[in-house]
């Protein structure tokens, strides 16, 4: 008897001690699950708040990436789903555009652009209001622009434009007055040792190169030189030459320059999809020039020169600036959208990488403002300083048809310029031999500079 009860409670402790272990691991476990819980929560919290981010930040580093990934599932789904949107049908796209006090403005541009870059315009009427026919039923984020007033886009509670087929829709803008940030000018600019430099074509030339170095709105600027004749003045005028690449990549086209009698400011940008900084830094320059802070330069004669590329900061600089007396266009780009339309219609193939770039901007339809805002030919008015534009019809990176726009445009509004298209040199800012073209070339700038400054 007593051994049976020995035994019960031993068996009794034992099970005790077994439930209180089971309760323990069951106990762990939820708390495990709670804290997994937890953390898939959080997780999903902060994959949540990045692809917010992500598909709405403006920031300068991510909605190019955006852009690129946008259009990569666009074609992939075009072509798995065979979309075609031809036949679709047209919509009517009306309405006025008012300032900020509800007053007409008159003559306001309303531009609306077609995935493909194909753009769609009209000016509107001395009642303020437009009427654009014929457009393919989608969605879209119309743009209005008037000199004086900042550019405004059109949309429906912050969401794109739909135009159904056979439809007539009207949307109403209002333009702000123009935000002009205020230019924070450079400082401590410093001039380095002079450095004598030559170049063989298109004939020998001699010049003094010295860098030049500043602080430019809290950073320092890019490369920078100004080569200047070999022969002491002081005021030589000044060419301020905007390259397609680092400024010292251009010293063929700098020192021919300077040797004919012309200090040059070189300098290079660097490729971004947001040129704003850069203008920046050209006007700080063009303000040490004005002030007499570059030596032996008059800054009362500046002109500006750019190509390929640095057309775009050329002809934005000049939308803040007109106060000079000539503009040389070589090779230029005047039209983003017809740059687009070309690249979706296989016609263009830009080399270097820059489709890429023309993807990252976005769709024209979406962001027409980013595609606006550096073409040339939509900014052009009287009050411009004369232009040159040069151009061959064999140039594989920036087509002829660029300054074919800008030169009509140019004619429609009265804007004093002249244009020259040659066959031959292909893009011809890379030429690394001498020819007849080039020489021309060279002996038509120095003309025009000498016949304008």
């Excluded at 912050?158 to 205020?182: E, K, S, V």
């Excluded at 000044?238 to 390259?243: F, I």
């Excluded at 017809?338 to 769709?363: C, H, K, M, N, S």
Aim: aromatic residues 10%; charged residues 20%; contains cysteine.
């Amino acid at each position: 008897m007593t051994h049976r009860v020995r035994l019960d409670i031993r068996k009794g402790k034992t099970n005790h001690k077994r439930r209180k272990g089971e309760g323990t691991l069951v106990l762990h476990v939820m708390k495990q699950h709670q804290a997994w819980q937890r953390w898939v929560a959080i997780a999903l919290i902060v994959l949540s708040v990045s692809a917010i981010f992500f598909v709405t930040t403006e920031n300068d580093h991510i909605w190019p990436l955006r852009n690129l990934l946008y259009y990569r599932l666009a074609t992939w789904w075009h072509k798995r789903m065979a979309t075609d949107t031809a036949g679709a049908g047209t919509a009517i796209l009306q309405g006025c555009v008012s300032n900020a006090h509800h007053e007409p403005v008159p003559a306001a541009l309303v531009l609306l652009a077609e995935p493909t870059g194909r753009v769609h315009t009209t000016t509107a009427t001395t009642h303020g209001c437009y009427h654009l026919p014929a457009i393919p039923a989608g969605r879209y984020v119309p743009l209005a622009v008037a000199r004086g007033y900042d550019p405004t886009v059109g949309r429906s509670w912050g969401r794109p434009l739909h135009l159904a087929a056979d439809t007539q829709t009207t949307f109403d803008f209002q333009l702000p007055p123009i935000t002009l940030p205020a230019l924070q000018p450079g400082s401590n600019v410093r001039l380095g040792p002079p450095v004598t430099r030559s170049w063989e074509l298109p004939q020998p030339g001699i010049a003094v190169r010295r860098e030049i170095t500043f602080d430019s709105g809290g950073r320092p600027n890019q490369l920078t030189f100004l080569y200047t004749p070999r022969t002491p003045s002081e005021d030589w005028p000044l060419l301020l030459a905007v390259y397609p690449g680092q400024a010292d990549w251009w010293e063929g086209v700098s020192i021919p320059l300077a040797t004919a009698g012309y200090a040059v400011l070189a300098v290079g940008p660097a490729y971004s999809l947001n040129l704003e900084p850069d203008i920046d830094e050209l006007q700080r320059l063009v303000a040490f020039a004005r002030a007499g802070r570059l030596p032996g330069v008059d800054g009362r004669r500046i002109a500006v020169l750019g190509g390929s590329y640095s057309s775009l900061h050329v002809f934005r600089l000049l939308q803040r600036d007109s106060g000079f007396r000539s503009v040389v266009s070589l090779g230029g780009a005047s039209d983003l959208f017809d740059l687009r339309q070309r690249f979706e219609a296989g016609q263009f193939a830009p080399p270097f990488g820059l489709d890429q770039a023309l993807i990252a901007l976005g769709t024209p339809d979406m962001h027409p403002i980013r595609y606006w805002r550096y073409s040339a030919r939509y900014h052009l008015r009287p009050d411009l300083p004369v232009l040159a534009i040069l151009h061959s019809r064999d140039d594989e990176v920036v087509p002829f048809e660029q300054s074919q726009l800008l030169v009509a445009q140019l004619e429609r509004l009265g804007v004093p310029h002249e244009a020259h298209f040659f066959d031959g040199m292909s893009h011809y800012l890379l030429a690394d031999r001498p020819s007849a073209e080039l020489t021309w070339m060279y002996n038509l700038t120095l003309d025009f500079l000498q016949r304008t400054m």
